[in-house]
Nanobody, 123 residues
């Protein structure tokens, strides 16, 4: 059984930064690509970033490109999301997940979701 432990969320002022972490307890981490999504109240789940198994290929949503960086440390089964220059519109609950499908921006390509961590950016 796979379990995720997400951390790093919190309250930050606009322009600030946070680093999210997502540690996987099972063997899936060393087998699949991974990704981050976010969801704000009343809105659909939005693609944030994805990274392939090797860590060399990354993808980003247009709204975070140039500000966020996804990375992974396979030895300790941890996925990261470095978020810089945060904006109030980045406020959402952020989720990590395993990507088994080929369409990196489609949430249906993912499963084994984490419990989420809340990020709130004040203006």
């Amino acid at each position: 059984q796979v379990m995720w432990v997400e951390s790093g969320g919190g309250l930050v002022q606009a322009g600030g930064q946070l680093r999210l972490s997502c540690t996987c307890s099972g063997r899936l981490f060393s087998t699949y690509a991974m990704g981050w999504f976010r969801q704000a109240p009343g809105r659909e789940r939005e693609f944030v970033a994805s990274i392939d198994l090797s860590g060399y290929t990354t993808y980003y949503g247009d709204s975070v490109k140039g500000r966020f960086t996804i990375s992974r440390h396979n030895a300790n089964s941890t996925l990261y999301l470095q978020m810089n220059s945060l904006k109030p519109e980045d406020t959402a609950r952020y989720y990590c997940a395993v990507r088994r499908g080929s369409v990196y921006y489609d949430p249906r390509a993912y499963d084994t979701w984490g419990q989420g961590t809340q990020v709130t950016v004040s203006s």
